[in-house]
């Protein structure tokens, strides 16, 4: 398979055409010269295709600098995606227009050709809210968008990937401090697996010093410049004319700046020690965000080349158990053939790496990855998820004890399933250990009675109820009904919810399941991402798709009812021997 990666600048565009399994990479290249008054992107983009002769592109990888709050993954192109890109342009005016530029091309001159954006943004959508939350006025924050995104994300999941594999030890049990460190900076706070703080901001003009951008700044600064230079030119300025090249006055570049330093410049210096300053003061601050750290990884140009950068900004990390062999320091080399290369000494606590980043290669990855998932996955679309709370079904019999001899149910509100609905009556659940009042009757009644209660209930009641399909009541848990009329012990019928999925015989041809399947379902896309495994399929021509889970499920996974999954695997589960599974599975309190 071959990814053709773009990363459409408002003057460039950058391509790689890389097989995503090996990492080869079949050509690359950099057109440059245009916009105003040069080639169009789709102009750039047609030299791109003549220089690839004829090898094939079987999928278009762009790099989307915003994704805003809407993309948390890589997301397959079509016109809502773009129309949802366009409506970030506010958040990176000079990036996003130049990112569309390319997708359009791409559109126009490889119709047919799946196209994926994987934004940088991306990896830090599910930092937790005190991270992202800058603390001005929660109104105006909310109105305008003003919050922390960070940057740098698609090279961050690819170093901590690698370093993690290095290390022997899966990501989801590695606290890392990652430095990207190239023209642009950012540091990242990667806590088992999770962006969970990054130095860049609502722009990337926050945090590290950088080749030509300030990084912080006591906002007092930015409003007298912009007092005093006007708002476009203290624009500039900050974005062009800070960072290593505003403080030395002469390069953005470090190797230059190294080279003024050794003779003795005293601007250059300076700007070196400013750097590296910064940056220890955020790897310090992470190590206290997570509450410890395990590993420190460097990238970027200058944490892949520059040892003395690299030894100036880890001395004095001691304390946390940074160790770095000088030796191993200055050896460093990392590159295709060699991603990482381990600076620290044996005995430090904390490892520390260098890692060549490779973002064209986690782009072609995450490309490849979003094509061939839509290919296998025949879904329609996201199944809606209801939360079912603690309801009661009866029967014939258990109406006249509860509520009097030829009661009916005043149906309040129809449920999803058609013919369903929630009624007026409620009764009281009474167990061993507890009461549970005013749990809803649900209608029409049925030939048994039925309680359905989650885990959390069982716990207040005193019981222990078996996880069961409904209607398979036989041998499920006793329980006492308190109805306006009297009391009704059932013997059995109390149960917690096998999690289902109603489906009509279309979604299931079109889901390409049968009635008794189990299958996985994902929920992504929130704070608390969660796969629910066996997950019964029920097909009738009764039913509308909709998958079912009970209170605590869906406060595990922070769901409303509203939510979405997505089907990820089906399996065929003996029926009958799944029960005694599933139960053994289960957690007692
Ligand atoms: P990047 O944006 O990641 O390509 O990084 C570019 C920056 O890395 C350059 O501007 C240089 O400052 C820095 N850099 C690259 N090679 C070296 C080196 N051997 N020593 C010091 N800095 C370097």
């Known amino acids: 398979m071959h990814v053709l990666v773009l990363n459409a600048g408002s003057s460039s565009l950058k391509f790689q055409l890389v097989d995503p399994e090996t990492g080869a990479r079949a050509a690359h290249g950099n057109v440059q010269g245009l916009g105003v008054g040069g080639r169009s992107h789709e102009e750039a983009l047609r030299e791109v295709l003549a220089t690839l002769g004829d090898v094939r592109v079987d999928a278009v990888g762009h790099r989307v600098v915003h994704g805003g709050e809407r993309f948390h ?12 890109i366009e409506a970030q342009i506010s958040l990176a005016p000079l990036h996003n227009p130049a990112n569309l530029m390319g997708i359009r091309a791409t559109r126009a001159l490889l119709p047919g050709v799946p196209q994926v954006a994987v934004f940088d943004t991306a990896f830090h959508v599910r930092m937790p809210r005190r991270a992202k939350t800058y603390a001005l006025d929660a109104e105006l924050a909310a109105e305008h968008g003003l919050r922390r995104f960070g940057f740098h994300g698609t090279s961050f999941r690819y170093v901590a990937q690698l370093a993690a594999d290095h290390l022997r030890a899966p990501l989801e049990l590695l606290r890392i401090v990652a430095l990207h460190l190239g023209n642009g900076a950012s540091a990242c706070a990667i806590e088992y697996g999770h962006s969970v703080e990054t130095s860049m901001g609502m722009t990337p003009l926050e945090g590290l010093v950088m080749g030509s951008r300030a990084g912080d700044l006591d906002p007092g600064i930015v409003l007298r410049l912009a007092r005093e230079l006007g708002v476009d030119e203290a624009e500039a300025l900050l974005n062009q004319r800070s960072g290593l090249a505003g403080l030395s006055g002469v390069s953005n570049d470090l190797r230059e700046l190294q080279r003024l330093a050794a003779e003795g410049d005293d601007r250059a210096r300076l700007a070196i020690n400013v750097f590296a300053h910064r940056a220890r003061k955020y790897v310090g601050a992470y190590a206290a965000v997570m509450g410890g750290v395990d590993a420190i990884v460097l990238t970027g140009g200058i944490g892949e080349n520059s040892a003395s950068m690299r030894r100036r900004i880890l001395q004095r990390l001691e304390l946390f158990g940074v160790r ?11 590159g295709v053939e060699q991603p ?14 260098v890692v060549a980043t490779n973002e064209e290669l986690q782009i072609a990855r995450d490309t490849a990855a979003v094509v061939r998932g839509a290919e296998e996955v025949r879904q329609p679309g996201p199944i809606p998820i209801a939360v079912s709370a603690r309801h009661v079904h009866l029967n014939r019999a258990a109406m006249d004890v509860l509520f009097g001899p030829e009661a009916e149910l005043t149906p309040m509100r129809p449920l999803s399933q058609p013919g369903q609905f929630a009624a007026e009556e409620r009764v009281t659940l009474v167990g061993p250990r507890g009461r549970i009042e005013r749990v809803r009757v649900l209608g029409p009644l049925r030939p048994r009675c039925q309680v359905e209660v989650s885990r959390t209930d069982e716990f207040l009641l005193g019981v222990d109820a078996p996880v069961r399909h409904s209607g398979h009541v036989q041998g499920s848990a006793p329980i006492t009904l308190e109805g306006p009329a009297g009391t009704l012990h059932l013997d059995e019928g109390l149960i917690c919810a096998w999690r289902h999925i109603h489906m009509h015989p279309t979604d299931a041809e079109a889901f390409g399941v049968k009635d008794g399947d189990e299958v996985e379902v994902a929920i992504t896309g929130g704070v608390r991402d969660l796969v629910f495994g066996d997950v019964s399929v029920r097909v009738s021509e009764k039913f509308v798709l909709e998958m079912h889970i009970d209170t605590d499920e869906a406060n595990a996974a922070e769901l409303d009812t509203g939510a979405a999954g997505a089907m990820l695997e089906v399996y065929s589960t003996p029926k009958g021997g799944a029960v005694g599974r599933l139960e053994k599975k289960r957690w007692r309190g």
């Open 340 to 353: 990482v290369f381990e600076i620290s000494e044996d005995r430090a606590r904390v490892r520390t790496l």
């Open 324 to 334: 770095i062999d000088e030796d191993l320091n200055q050896d460093a080399k990392v």
């Open 73 to 84: 993954d890589a997301t397959l192109v079509d016109d809502e995606v773009i129309a949802a």
